[in-house]
T-cell receptor
Framework: EPEVTQTPSHQVTQMGQEVILRCVPI?????FYWYRQILGQKVEFLVS????????KSEIFDDQFSVERPDGSNFTLKIRSTKLEDSAMYFCASSEDTRKAIYFGEGSWLTVV | DAKTTQPNSMESNEEEPVHLPCNHSTISGTDYIHWYRQLPSQGPEYVIHGLTSNVNNRMASLAIAEDRKSSTLILHRATLRDAAVYYC????????????FGKGTRLHILP
């Protein structure tokens, strides 16, 4: 069964460093998303991406965040200068269209020290 | 975003059916009703979704009220592996296509 894959599964980085989280969405999907979940809290929407541009972003997704689909298969989330409060599990997700399910990856756990 | 209301937690015995309720009285005509679950230390997992008619798949059944203001996720025979947080979410059929997670229902399965 096709699945969304994410790398790395866990990354530890120093405050102020740049981080890139990578995702390979399901191959025929057109809608892509990033969510995050701080430990013990609910899953929060960050950004949606369709047709090579951002569809919508939340207040969390400030200028330190960016997304890219560089080669038609990968979908990346970059955090330019990490802060302690960016420590969270980041989930990538994809969907074929808006009438269908959204499928999530297993997440990338980011620890900022 | 259209809101949903779910109980904070529920308990069920293993191998018995579980009915998880969800109210969505402000649902619009083009909102799909989605259910996801999150097992401990895992990403959200799609369970089932529907628009107007009841739906069945290998994981669960979705019963949608005739006025669409409520729905029920049915797990036919709960196992310990079904212990998770279950989220009832409305997904709009338009360009604003994201889903927003609420607090969900934490389902405890008793052996």
């Amino acid at each position: 069964e096709p699945e969304v894959t994410q790398t790395p599964s866990h990354q530890v980085t120093q405050m102020g460093q740049e981080v890139i989280l990578r995702c390979v969405p399901i191959s025929n999907h057109l809608y892509f998303y990033w969510y995050r979940q701080i430990l013990g809290q609910k899953v929060e929407f960050l950004v949606s991406f369709y047709n090579n541009e951002i569809s919508e972003k939340s207040e969390i997704f400030d200028d330190q965040f960016s997304v890219e689909r560089p080669d038609g298969s990968n979908f990346t989330l970059k955090i330019r200068s990490t802060k302690l409060e960016d420590s969270a599990m980041y989930f990538c997700a994809s969907s074929e269209d808006t009438r269908k399910a959204i499928y999530f990856g297993e997440g990338s756990w980011l620890t900022v020290v | 975003d259209a809101k949903t209301t779910q109980p904070n937690s529920m308990e069920s015995n293993e191998e018995e059916p579980v009915h998880l309720p969800c109210n969505h009285s402000t649902i619009s005509g083009t909102d799909y009703i989605h259910w996801y679950r999150q097992l401990p230390s895992q990403g959200p997992e799609y369970v089932i979704h529907g628009l107007t008619s009841n739906v069945n798949n290998r994981m669960a059944s979705l019963a949608i009220a005739e006025d669409r203001k409520s729905s029920t996720l049915i797990l036919h025979r709960a196992t310990l592996r079904d212990a998770a947080v279950y989220y009832c979410i409305l997904r709009a059929l338009n360009r604003d296509d994201k889903i927003i997670f609420g607090k969900g229902t934490r389902l405890h399965i008793l052996p």
